[in-house]
């Protein structure tokens, strides 16, 4: 074979061997196209797979969070709120105590975050309905007792006078009540009842129940605003006579008494 045949048989050769792989390139094509998009659909749906369950687990693991939270507040609430309870224990004054609120505060934010339509007031009543049943139930066990009826027996009062005609009541006098030696609030802002009005003036009172309070000198303050023709406004103004308590021996007995003490004298000491 010349030089030139061997030439022309080597590019036959090659030509062959190119159109016989094209032919087999061509009928894999379709194969191989169909492998890759299958690949890329299972991927799709593999991502979309793992996305929702892990967006399940998420959405779970929230709830069971947010529900812990709220059973969590909802319990501590109505332990902070037991022994403050009206009418079953004894307590310094008529109103909660600020841990009691941020109990009460923190089982509000945990069932918003579950039901929107949540409202403090309902939570108000959830827990003061549980806090009421334990209460009862701590009484039944003789781990506890309930007070006695309130009998107001001492009147706070404040006259406003030489206002002038056409004067009126914008915010009515709340009163808060302090013990004049260590300065603490035994009462709150309990708000003053109307008793006497004239054109130019009007008187307001609050009966007290020193049954549970403890001896010592006790000052009142009130805040108000009078407005119309008249422009008051008071905060802190202290009422006219201060309150001592104390105890003393009548008939044999020991008893709690008081006197009212003016701003110009000082307490006696009791003998």
């Not at 009515?172 to 009842?193: C, E, F, Q, S």
């Not at 119309?228 to 001592?244: D, F, M, N, W, Y």
Request: with cysteine; charged share 20%; proline share 5%.
């Amino acid at each position: 074979m010349t030089p030139v045949e061997m030439h022309y048989s080597c590019i036959g050769f090659v030509y062959q061997a190119t159109a016989w792989l094209g032919q087999r390139l061509a009928e894999k094509w379709f194969d191989v196209v169909l492998a890759l998009l299958g690949t890329l659909f299972g991927y799709w749906l593999a991502k979309r797979h793992l996305e929702h369950f892990v967006s399940g687990i998420v959405e779970k693991t929230d709830a069971k969070y947010l529900d812990l939270n709220r059973q969590v507040a909802f319990h501590r609430a109505v332990t902070a709120m037991l022994p403050e309870l009206p009418q079953f224990y004894m307590r310094p004054t008529s109103t909660f105590s600020p841990q009691v609120a941020a109990a009460i505060g923190d089982f509000t934010h945990w069932s918003t975050a579950i039901d929107p339509a949540h409202t403090p007031e309902k939570s108000m009543e959830m827990v003061g309905k549980e806090a009421y049943i334990l209460a009862a139930g701590l009484i039944q066990k003789d781990m506890g007792f309930k007070e006695a009826v309130s009998i107001p027996n001492y009147e706070w009062q404040i006259d406003i006078g030489g206002l002038p005609i056409g004067w009126t009541v914008e915010e009515a006098p709340d009163l808060t009540i302090y013990n004049w030696d260590t300065g603490v609030a035994v009462y709150r802002h309990a708000l003053m009842k109307e008793t006497a009005r004239t054109t130019t003036s009007i008187r307001y009172s609050w009966t007290w129940d020193m049954l549970e309070v403890q001896c010592g000198l006790y000052v009142g303050v009130v805040n108000f605003t009078i407005g119309g023709t008249a422009k008051i406004q008071e905060t802190a103004s202290p009422l006219r006579e201060r309150v001592r308590i104390f105890l003393k021996r009548e008939n044999r007995q020991i008893v709690k008494t008081h006197e009212n003490i003016p701003w110009d004298d000082k307490p006696a000491d009791t003998k």
